[in-house]
């Protein structure tokens, strides 16, 4: 989310015209950390490739004009120059944040809130600005006092109460955790929808044909683990259209009570690709060349 605020900022005012243009590409070009590369090729062919009025070579200048205003920090990591938008918490209000590619600047905090594995979220140091004390824009020592002081104070309070709900600014509607939990990373089991939320569209699509299974009754959180095992074991077979299938099969072939869907599936998906192994063999043999054939011809011989 680019920043309303960023119209009437005068940081960004006072910005070249290039410098006015580059800074917003490179901040939706930014990971949940809000950082990027530091490298202006990088930089050029990531934020603003079709710009032509922005070269490679323009872009040295421009990052040492944008971080005199205070509003990124270039710096040097072990491999490689990173940047820093320094706004990006007092601005973003992420559901998800997971960690950046780069290393952090040094003196700053990375908040993070994510799906290590579909059974697991780890949470660290997740404080949004909004629900921090009032601190001058931009001013990082600020925010990290800001957040030393909030952690200080939640502490506190747990020690007089014991467990506490997070604040609604954490992002969390149904997770409740204590302190420690939040800055150390400790497992806490996630709720249907983030496990649901964290999935790629096309797991997603996966699990929905399976659910559309008359007497499907997976929870989320098997049918996550399950698509997993299965693209790690069958990477050479279309999972998606193998579950199409074997939903459409059980029209006829309904579940029954006992049934176990899951050993289903997979048995399903190593038929398929048993199948499609003997194929290719059988084309081998008969020193054919492999073609490609539509899978309604081979459906039912399996």
Known sequence: MVPQ????????????????????????????????????????????????EITADDIPTLLQQIETKGMIKVYTTSKTKATQMLDWWDVQKLQWAYPSEYPPPEGWQDRLRYHRTPKEIVIVNWLLPSALPNAPPNSLGNTLQSDRESSKEITEKEKEGGRRNLPSTLGSKTTTTPHEERT??????????????????????VISFWRSVKGFSMPIEEAAELVAKLRTEFPDVDIL????????????????????????????????REFAQGRRQYERSKGQRTKTHPREAYRGKW
Do not use: F, H
């Open 241 to 272: 259209e193998e579950s199409k299938a074997w939903a459409a099969r059980k029209i006829s072939e309904p579940l029954k009570q006992g049934s176990r869907p899951s050993s289903q599936i997979w048995n399903w998906l190593r038929k398929a």
């Open 5 to 52: 605020s960023l119209s009437t900022d005068p940081r960004y005012g006072r910005l070249s015209l290039k410098a006015q243009v580059l800074y917003p590409l490179m901040w939706i070009n930014a990971d949940d950390q809000g950082r990027l590369s530091g490298d202006p090729d990088e930089i050029k062919y990531a934020a603003c490739p079709s710009v032509r």
């Open 184 to 205: 150390t990373g400790e497992k806490i089991p996630p709720s249907e929808s983030e496990i649901e939320e964290s999935l790629s569209a096309g797991d997603r699509e």
